[in-house]
């Protein structure tokens, strides 16, 4: 478990609880970054954790894991990029891009979003993208225009990793504050 927490946490500790398991605390504290996770422990046997950005490690991750960028034909080339959301209901569904002549392919965001679609949930609550160049960035605007349809109206609170490393994080509301519909 202690591993699952990832090196881009900060650690938010209840210091009446001056005891952690060996070399637990030093090693995540040092690893800290933008975001958060709020560790109280009971004692050294006892810990629960309320996390609030495990779930950005795990949409990397999962982005990660699919990423191959490769040329599948002579007009065909795919999974440079490599996308991962989270659905209202937790789970993470991922895609890649598909390049192709003749506008044919589609970016990785919106193939995770059909695939989410595909297995019955339409509501995103997270995206993360890792470009060709192994950072993370923002969906096009093609991509950001099928979240605002998905979800008239609610589509502000979508969060978007800009900038794995960094922590840096936006909601598709600040990227497109005024929506034309
Ligand atoms: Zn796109």
């Known amino acids: 478990m202690l591993n699952s927490l990832g090196a881009k946490h900060r650690l938010c500790y209840d210091f009446r609880h001056q005891s952690e398991p060996e070399g637990f605390f030093a090693q995540n504290w040092l690893k800290s970054s933008r975001n958060c996770v709020i560790i109280s422990l009971t004692n050294l046997n006892l810990m629960e954790e309320v996390t609030m950005d495990n779930k950005w490690t795990e949409l990397y991750n999962a982005a990660k894991a699919v990423q191959n960028g490769r040329e599948i034909s002579d007009r065909v080339w795919a999974g440079g990029v490599a996308a991962a959301i989270e659905s209202e209901s937790g789970k993470i569904y991922v895609g890649v891009c598909v390049d192709t002549c003749s506008t044919l392919g589609i970016c990785a965001e919106r193939n995770a979003i059909f695939n989410m679609i ?58 497109t504050p005024e929506w034309w519909i």
């Open 118 to 175: 595909t297995n019955g949930e339409h509501k995103i609550k997270r995206v993360l993208a890792i470009m060709s160049d192994g950072k993370t960035g923002a969906p096009c605007g093609a991509c950001r225009e099928l979240m605002t349809q998905l979800t008239p109206g609610k589509y502000h609170d979508i969060e978007i990793m800009l900038d794995y490393e960094n922590g840096k994080i936006v909601t598709l509301g600040e990227l």
